[in-house]
Nanobody, 123 residues
Framework: VQLVESGPGLVKPSQTLSLTCTVS??????????WSWVRQPPGKGREWMGA???????YYNPLLKDRATISRDTSQNQFTLHLKSMTPADTAVYYC????????????????WGPGTQVTVSS
């Protein structure tokens, strides 16, 4: 399976970030996979942001305080992260990833990763 992130590299404060992960070699509707967004700010560890399950159910890190929404397009085999009210603290490398167990992906255990995309928040 291959995952590739796409989206803007620069976002202004208060704007909404939209990143799309395009998946090949596997279907995002295959039971019982979980498709996640994970980010890593400079000098910090990785943070699981949320996931969409094979069923379409979504799960989020409560620390994001309802700022994140994950949607999917099964016809395009893509899933998308929307993160609103961006601030410089959201500057990070953003990854999409595939996992097989919800508790594992929440803990950072993923089976496959995209290469990551840098997002910088600056006016």
């Amino acid at each position: 399976v291959q995952l590739v992130e796409s989206g803007p590299g620069l976002v202004k404060p208060s704007q909404t970030l939209s990143l799309t992960c395009t998946v090949s070699g596997d279907s995002i509707a295959t039971p019982h996979d979980f498709w996640s967004w994970v980010r890593q700010p400079p000098g910090k560890g990785r943070e699981w942001m949320g996931a969409v399950a094979w069923s379409g159910d979504t799960y989020y890190n409560p620390l994001l305080k309802d700022r994140a929404t994950i949607s999917r397009d099964t016809s395009q085999n893509q899933f998308t992260l929307h993160l609103k009210s961006m601030t410089p603290a959201d500057t990070a490398v953003y990854y999409c990833a595939k996992g097989r167990d919800l508790e594992e992906v929440r803990a950072g255990v993923q089976r496959d990763w995209g290469p990551g995309t840098q997002v910088t928040v600056s006016s």
